[in-house]
């Protein structure tokens, strides 16, 4: 019998899954019931996508934190396929080591959030910002390990860009194809607190994408494909 938790042998990532005692599976993919040919989209896609969208949801904890941090999810067109830059961050830093994020942090003093996007993807993997297109924003994100919030930004670039981790913050950089991530998402509900919670996984060959990150990617996708839309961040 096939176990719903396992992605299988080759897509079983080095990343540390502090799963609970109390797991089960979860919902099936907001775009499970499309066709391969329903769920391919490109830059012009999004770009409709995001232009026909309103603001984003903004976090309960906007005003009341010094604060925040931003992302940016950037994307661009190769050999004719949507790919999306992923980083595998530091396997000595102090917190989230090994994980796979986007580029991004904590806001400096006087800094608008997509100005930190853009300089924190400078910092990581050395992406040049001035053929970044800002597309839009997912909604923004809080999360029960910060006191903080995040900005998720989406952004399209002119083609493959050619980066270079930051070996003090970054391990590698990840240049993951839309397709696989359709492909590959899944959800596990855990219980914690008085209730369950759904959590979202990204089974990539070699690395697992999941909490936060993976939850922000599941709502850009599901803009992409026309599954979700605001108010479906599907994370707590």
């Known amino acids: ?24 599976p979860g919902a099936p993919p907001p775009w499970a019931e499309l066709s391969p040919a329903e769920r391919r989209f490109g830059l012009a896609e999004l770009r409709d996508a ?23 999810a950037a994307l661009y067109e190769h050999h004719d396929e949507l790919h999306v830059v992923l980083t595998r961050r530091a396997a000595d830093l102090r917190v989230h080591r090994g994980e796979v994020a986007f580029p991004g942090g904590r806001q400096d003093p006087g800094e608008d ?17 001035s053929g970044v297109e800002l597309l839009g924003e997912l909604d923004h994100l809080s999360t029960v390990s910060s006191d903080s919030f995040i900005a998720p930004y989406v952004a399209a670039l002119p083609g493959r860009p050619e980066l270079r981790p930051n070996p ?11 397709r696989e991530l359709l492909d590959h998402e899944r959800e596990e509900r855990w219980w914690f607190g008085d209730r369950y919670h759904p959590i ?37």
Do not use: K, N, Y
């Open 50 to 72: 995001f232009g026909r969208l309103g603001p984003p949801v903004r976090s309960p904890r906007e005003g009341s934190v010094d604060r925040a941090a931003a992302v940016l």
């Open 168 to 178: 003090g913050e970054v391990d590698a950089v990840l240049h993951v194809p839309v």
């Open 1 to 24: 019998m096939t176990d719903p938790l396992d992605p299988g042998p080759r897509r079983v990532g080095r990343q540390v899954i502090p799963r609970p005692d109390r797991v089960r």
């Open 200 to 236: 979202v996984f990204f089974d990539l060959v070699g690395d697992t994408v999941w909490g936060a990150t993976a939850a922000m990617l599941r709502q850009l996708l599901g803009i992409g494909t026309g599954t979700l839309g605001r108010g479906d961040l599907g994370h707590d």
């Open 113 to 129: 959030l997509w100005g930190t996007a853009l300089r924190e993807a400078a910092e990581e993997v050395a992406l040049d910002g």
